[in-house]
């Protein structure tokens, strides 16, 4: 060793052990940021091909070819894409990535999506039957149905009647694909108003009837009825008068003829 470096080191410990700190520490980083660029491959990009619309398989070829992996990460159903194709991929087509990046695809699936429309545990029943419109409509919606029509049929509420999938009544605990149209026949509300009108015209009937007969109570009635029933009364004796004159004069132009 050279002696000026060993009485350095001697008048100098501190600095000596400072100095070999410092080396090391920059041999250690060195190491670890060449070891990271080798892993993440540092400085190295590819291009991401575009393989939405295509087949399964022709999309795995074309990705594995150009070094990227491949990951489904899950099946989803739409009309207008074919079974089998994909829908969706992430990262997106013409994205900058790292070498053998991970490319994530959405597949169309080979069937649609089926769903219970009402889980209530009595599959002999219709489903959603008296359930309010409102909350079996949000269900539907829910559930992703999207060709809905309405029927409305003579009823006292607004509560659903029946649920049909592709013109078949839908039982509860019942499976249904959430591309099938549906129909909901839902009860219009106007019984009841039709129920009271057919009450109301019996009754007005019923008293004319009464006054006819000649048993109307019309003194215990109130003002405005005593009033319409009155008159009705009266066209009625007039009705009547005019038909017993109708009726005399008939039989005197008989006795006057013969």
Do not use: W
């Not at 039709?194 to 019309?218: K, M």
């Amino acid at each position: 060793m050279n002696p000026k470096i060993s009485d350095f080191s001697v008048k100098h410990p501190i600095l000596v052990n400072l100095a070999i700190i410092i080396a090391v520490a920059v041999i250690g980083l060195m190491i670890v940021y060449f070891s990271i660029a080798i892993f993440t491959k540092h400085g190295q990009s590819d291009v991401v091909p575009g393989v939405e619309n295509m087949s399964y398989t022709e999309a795995i070829n074309i990705l594995h070819d150009k070094g990227f992996k491949v990951d489904i990460r899950d099946s989803l159903y739409k009309d207008d894409v074919k079974p089998g194709f994909v829908i969706e991929q992430y990262p997106k087509a013409n994205s900058i990535v790292k070498p053998g990046r991970k490319i994530f695809l959405y597949i169309n699936a080979v069937h649609p999506k089926e769903v219970v429309i009402d889980d209530d545990n009595h599959p002999l029943e219709d489903a959603l039957k008296s359930f309010s419109f409102r909350s079996g409509m949000a269900k539907l919606e829910e559930l992703g149905f999207k060709n809905i029509r309405i029927v409305k049929v003579l009823g006292d509420n607004d509560c659903i009647v029946k649920i049909l999938a592709n013109g078949k009544t839908v039982k509860k605990m019942q499976k249904v694909p959430v591309n099938a149209a549906i129909v909901v026949e839902v009860y219009d509300g106007r019984l009841t108003e039709l129920r009271d009108s057919l009450q109301a015209e019996e009754y007005i009937q019923n008293r004319i009837d009464e006054i006819y007969n000649g048993d109307a109570n019309v003194y215990g009635s109130s003002d405005e009825e005593q009033n319409e029933l009155s008159s009705a009364h009266v066209s009625s004796s007039s009705q009547q008068k005019s038909s017993e004159s109708n009726s005399s004069s008939g039989n005197e132009e008989s006795l006057e003829f013969f």
